[in-house]
C-alpha cells in the first residue's frame, strides 16, 4: 500500500512540475514575434497613404512558355533533345512514327515524275529518230505514188490502142488510188512528228501534271507535319511525352514546354482596386522567399485590359479565391539564377497618395514609401 501511495505522490509532483514549466518550454519553440524574415525586411513598410501598391506575381521567360504538339495523331518515334537542353528556332525536337507519311510522298512523287514526262513528251514533240523515219516513209510511198501513175496513163494508153483489156486499166488505177492514199497518211504521220500537239492535248496533259504535283506537295507538308519544331531560341523546360506514347489533336497533348530564358518578366496580380493606379513604365521590384531580402527591379511593361479571377495561388491562410485582379507584366532587369514558375511579391511604385484605405495590400505583405 505504501508503495502505491509513493507512486501516486511521484506523479503528482510530475505533473505540478511539468505544468510549471509548460510556458517556458513553450516560448522556447515559437518564433520571435519581434522578429522580421528576410523577405518581409525586403518590403517598404505602406501604409494608408503610400505610393506603393502590391500583388503576387510569377516568374515567367519574356518569350513566355510554349506548350508545343504536334498537328497530327500519330505515335511519338524520337524526342531529340532533353530537359535543360539548349535549342533554335526552326530546330527539330520530336518526331513522330512517319513511316507511312514517307511512303506516301514517295508515291506522290513518282507518280507526279511520271505526269510530267507524258506533259513533256506533247510539248517536245517525237524525236529526231522519229522524224527522220516518217520523212523516210513519205519519201518512199511517193516513190510508190508516182509508179502507179505512170504505170496507170500507161495502161490507158494501151487501152485506147485496143492492146489490152479494160480490167488490166482498171487494176492499175486501183493500185495507183492505194498507193495515193497510203502516202496522204504517210504525210499526215510526218506533220504529226513534226508538229507540237494540239493545244487541248497540252492544256490537259498539265492540268494532270498539276494536280498530281500538288498532291505531292500535301504529302511531302504532312510529313513536315510529324516533326515537332521550336517556334523560338531557348531551352527545354519540361518534357511532357516520352517515344511510343499516342498524341492526338482531339485533346491536349503538349510533348514539350519551350522558352526563351534570356530575359525574364513577372506576371503580376493587382487587386482591381488598384487597377487605375498602374501605368506602364512605373518602377517596381519582387522579393521571394528564395532571395532573402534581396530585391529584384524591373518596370511596368504592359497592364492588361481585363479584369478577371486570381490564377496565381499564394497558399496562405488569408488568400481569397474570390478576389478580382487585373494582370500587370513587369520586365526585370538581368539577374542571375532566376527560375521560371517562382512566385513571390510584387510592388509597384505608383502616383497615388492617400486615395487608398487601409487593408488594400494582400496580408502577407506591409509597405511604407521608403524608397
Known amino acids: 500500500m505504501k508503495i502505491v501511495v509513493a507512486i501516486i505522490c511521484l506523479a503528482l509532483a510530475a505533473a505540478i512540475f511539468i505544468h510549471s514549466q509548460r510556458p517556458r518550454w513553450l516560448a522556447d519553440h515559437l518564433p520571435d514575434i519581434t522578429a522580421q524574415t528576410p523577405p518581409f525586411e525586403a518590403m517598404p513598410p505602406l501604409d494608408e497613404h503610400s505610393s506603393w501598391i502590391a500583388g503576387f506575381g510569377r516568374v515567367e521567360p519574356v518569350s513566355e512558355e510554349r506548350r508545343l504538339a504536334f498537328d497530327i495523331n500519330g505515335i511519338i518515334g524520337t524526342i531529340h533533345v532533353e530537359e535543360g537542353d539548349r535549342i533554335n528556332a526552326g530546330q527539330v525536337l520530336a518526331t513522330l512514327d512517319n513511316n507511312e507519311y514517307q511512303a506516301r510522298l514517295e508515291a506522290a512523287e513518282a507518280e507526279a515524275a ?47 490502142k485496143h492492146l489490152i483489156a479494160r480490167e488490166d486499166v482498171d487494176r492499175a488505177t486501183v493500185e495507183f488510188h492505194v498507193a495515193q492514199k497510203e502516202y496522204e497518211e504517210a504525210v499526215q504521220r510526218h506533220l504529226i512528228t513534226k ?118 495561388d499564394m497558399d496562405t491562410p488569408q488568400d481569397k479565391s474570390d478576389t478580382k485582379v487585373i494582370e500587370v507584366l513587369i520586365r526585370l532587369q538581368p539577374h542571375d539564377n532566376l527560375f521560371t514558375g517562382l512566385t513571390g511579391d510584387v510592388f509597384i511604385h505608383t502616383d497615388r497618395r492617400a486615395s487608398t484605405v487601409k487593408g488594400q495590400v494582400p496580408q502577407h505583405s506591409t509597405l511604407d514609401e521608403t524608397q
Open 114 to 160: 511520271a505526269v510530267k514526262a507524258q506533259y513533256d513528251k506533247l510539248v517536245t514533240g517525237a524525236r529526231k529518230e522519229e522524224k527522220s523515219e516518217a520523212w523516210a516513209v513519205v519519201q518512199r510511198l511517193r516513190s510508190v505514188m508516182d509508179n502507179a501513175r505512170i504505170e496507170m496513163k500507161r495502161r490507158q494508153q494501151l487501152l485506147a
Open 195 to 312: 508538229n507540237l500537239s494540239r493545244k487541248e492535248d497540252i492544256a490537259m496533259s498539265w492540268a494532270k501534271y498539276d494536280a498530281a504535283r500538288k498532291l505531292a506537295q500535301e504529302a511531302k507538308f504532312l510529313l513536315d507535319k510529324t516533326n515537332l519544331k521550336s517556334p523560338v531560341d531557348g531551352e527545354v523546360l519540361r518534357i511532357h511525352r516520352r517515344s511510343g506514347e499516342n498524341v492526338s489533336i482531339f485533346f491536349e497533348c503538349p510533348v514539350l514546354t519551350v522558352a526563351d530564358v534570356g530575359s525574364f518578366q513577372i506576371r503580376a496580380e493587382i487587386d482591381e482596386r488598384y487597377a487605375a493606379s498602374v501605368k506602364e513604365g512605373q518602377k517596381a521590384f519582387f522579393t521571394s522567399e528564395t532571395y532573402g531580402n534581396q530585391r529584384i527591379t524591373g518596370s511596368v511593361k504592359r497592364v492588361g485590359a481585363l479584369v478577371g479571377p486570381k490564377t496565381i
